[in-house]
């Protein structure tokens, strides 16, 4: 399909006037090849519109009176998403080691996992066969409020079903895909629980166990609206779940 077309379809329109001055001059140099993106960085665009992090290298040949112009282009997605993780879960640790309450823990674990993880998160201290919300964070500050009023009704006792109690049973992630919305409201009988569930109405849900000294102190419960979890998403929230159940002053 691209074939016979211009390079510049494979960039987003806002760079192709910039991108077609830049291989002129580029032509009129004595330079035989060059990173496109070395001084800058690049963005590639997809057939269906969506923009992608890119790394271009261009090089020249002369042909009689004709250049030829060679440009390989890479997606550079997933390194991006390594290199953002990287710097995230630094980033993170410095702030849940310099935090010194135990609240003040939890609001930097909450409002660090929304919105880089998730639309909205729940993190529970474990109590006895259950978990207290301690802290929770959201994109939509009603529903946010209405994961606080979670917390403010005391611990919550899991039925069978729930996913919270695989995590008693089993500090084993859970994740529930699509339609996280509907298992949890089959199997949750707590007020406030539901009325949060019903509001975000979550495609995705994920519930990362918190384990220190192999005991099981909480669950980093994880919501998306629209989105899935795939497995790259699972990897890193578990490292940041190991961050969390590193931090000091947890609440017991």
């Given amino acids: 399909e691209i074939i016979g077309q211009r390079i510049e379809t494979l960039i987003p329109e806002r760079y192709r006037g910039n991108h077609a001055r830049h291989v002129v001059e580029f032509g009129r140099s004595k330079v035989k090849a060059r990173l496109m993106s070395e001084r800058r960085e690049i963005a590639g665009v997809r057939k269906n519109g969506e923009e992608f992090p890119a790394e271009a290298a261009i090089s020249q040949v002369s042909q009689g009176d004709d250049i030829v112009f060679s440009v390989v282009l890479r997606d550079m997605t997933v390194r991006k998403r390594l290199e953002q993780r990287q710097r995230f879960l630094a980033e993170a640790g410095e702030k849940l080691a310099s935090s010194f309450g135990s609240s003040e823990t939890l609001n930097h674990v909450a ?142």
């Avoid at 259950?130 to 005391?154: K, S, Y």
């Fill in 111 to 252: 409002r660090l996992a929304v919105p880089t993880m998730a639309d909205g998160c729940i993190l529970g201290n474990r109590v006895g066969n259950g978990f207290l919300a301690g802290a929770a964070a959201h994109v939509d500050p009603g529903i946010e409020e209405m994961l606080d009023e979670v917390g403010r009704a005391g611990p919550l006792i899991p039925p069978k079903d729930h996913p919270l109690t695989e995590i008693l049973e089993k500090p084993s992630p859970v994740v529930l895909q699509p339609n996280a919305a509907s298992r949890l409201i089959e199997t949750s009988v707590d007020p406030a629980y539901l009325r949060a569930v019903k509001a975000m109405n979550p495609q995705s849900a994920l519930f990362l166990p918190l384990v220190a000294r192999d005991q099981l102190i909480g669950v980093l419960t994880l919501f998306r609206t629209k989105r899935s979890f795939d497995r790259d998403d699972l990897g890193f929230a578990e490292d940041f779940a190991r961050l969390a159940a590193r931090s000091p002053r947890r609440i017991r």
